[in-house]
């Protein structure tokens, strides 16, 4: 599938090129959040440093990659680190397509394109991770600091899984020094003994410096208790607009085993 993918970018550019449309062009590549990590669903992913894995609100569960090349972009060669929310690609594109932002109304999203072309500061400084009422769990960052409500998985993934070992020609091959965590832009600071039981969000709100500690080592809420009471605040403020989640129960007809192992429609 990575290989098919591979090679159905090199055809667009390709093409583009060809059609003397490449000089004018913006390709982004962009990644889902969190990775599968330390076999969960079955999976091999790696977020580390970062904590936790898919689906929960740590940091190597929110966070996402990506990478964009355009004759356009100003300062080529770099890695830009301020913070981009997803919703943002929307105006990003309408001012990338020339369009005028302000004419969308009430948009949660950012034109980050000034970001992306000279490595300008990100419009953005609050991003609001989630909030679940099935499961209780939320989490809202705001400039340096993070709050964090409750986990997934009964805080189950809630640690830090490096990659196994890889040994022999694949360790000394260049497609695994390109992706060996150990040269990765995330910073952690030390980590202290207690970094795993220092955070009880089950018990009370937990808070992070994500600029100085982006690996959530360090649980700063008793240091900073007017922070948690602005951002709980914030979250309260974010619950008063938010529809109501659909949630249905599982429903065993669902399972493919039952349907020729095919994913498909399964009610009337």
Same mark, same amino acid.
């Given at each position: 599938?990575?290989?098919?993918?591979?090679?159905?970018?090199?055809?667009?550019?390709?093409?583009?090129?060809?059609?003397?449309?490449?000089?004018?062009?913006?390709?982004?590549?962009?990644?889902?959040?969190?990775?599968?990590?330390?076999?969960?669903?079955?999976?091999?992913?790696?977020?580390?440093?970062?904590?936790?894995?898919?689906?929960?609100?740590?940091?190597?569960?929110?966070?996402?990659?990506?990478?964009?090349?355009?004759?356009?972009?100003?300062?080529?060669?770099?890695?830009?680190?301020?913070?981009?929310?997803?919703?943002?690609?929307?105006?990003?594109?309408?001012?990338?397509?020339?369009?005028?932002?302000?004419?969308? #109304?009430?948009?949660?999203?950012?034109?980050?394109?000034?970001?992306?072309?000279?490595?300008?500061?990100?419009?953005?400084?609050?991003?609001?991770?989630?909030?679940?009422?099935?499961?209780?769990?939320?989490?809202?960052?705001?400039?340096?600091?993070?709050?964090?409500?409750?986990?997934?998985?009964?805080?189950?993934?809630?640690?830090?899984?490096?990659?196994?070992?890889? #040994?022999?020609?694949?360790?000394?091959?260049?497609?695994?020094?390109?992706?060996?965590?150990?040269?990765?832009?995330?910073?952690?600071?030390?980590?202290?003994?207690?970094?795993?039981?220092?955070?009880?969000?089950? #018990?009370?709100?937990?808070?992070?410096?994500?600029?100085?500690?982006?690996?959530?080592?360090?649980?700063?809420?008793?240091?900073?208790?007017?922070?948690?009471? #602005?951002?709980?605040?914030?979250?309260?403020?974010?619950?008063?607009?938010?529809?109501?989640?659909?949630?249905?129960?599982?429903?065993?007809?669902?399972?493919?085993?039952?349907?020729?192992?095919?994913?498909?429609?399964?009610?009337?």
């Amino acid at each position: 599938m990575v290989s098919m993918l591979d090679e159905s970018v090199k055809n667009v550019t390709i093409a583009l090129k060809k059609a003397n449309m490449l000089d004018n062009s913006v390709i982004i590549f962009t990644s889902d959040n969190g990775g599968p990590a330390n076999g969960f669903d079955v999976n091999y992913a790696s977020n580390f440093p970062l904590r936790g894995v898919k689906a929960t609100l740590w940091e190597g569960g929110v966070r996402g990659v990506s990478f964009v090349h355009s004759p356009l972009i100003k300062k080529p060669s770099r890695v830009w680190n301020g913070m981009f929310h997803i919703c943002d690609w929307f105006p990003t594109f309408i001012s990338i397509a020339g369009g005028n932002v302000s004419e969308f #109304t009430n948009l949660d999203g950012f034109s980050q394109w000034e970001s992306i072309v000279s490595g300008a500061k990100s419009p953005r400084n609050e991003i609001l991770h989630n909030i679940d009422p099935i499961y209780n769990v939320s989490a809202v960052r705001w400039n340096d600091f993070k709050l964090v409500i409750g986990d997934t998985y009964q805080g189950n993934w809630s640690g830090w899984y490096p990659p196994e070992e890889v #040994t022999g020609n694949l360790f000394n091959s260049e497609l695994f020094a390109g992706a060996d965590p150990r040269a990765a832009v995330v910073k952690c600071l030390s980590k202290p003994s207690n970094a795993s039981t220092n955070c009880q969000p089950f #018990t009370a709100p937990c808070l992070f410096n994500i600029t100085h500690d982006p690996c959530e080592y360090y649980n700063v809420a008793d240091q900073y208790p007017d922070m948690v009471k #602005t951002l709980v605040g914030k979250l309260v403020k974010y619950n008063s607009t938010m529809i109501p989640p659909g949630n249905k129960p599982i429903d065993q007809a669902a399972n493919p085993y039952l349907h020729q192992g095919n994913w498909e429609p399964w009610e009337k």
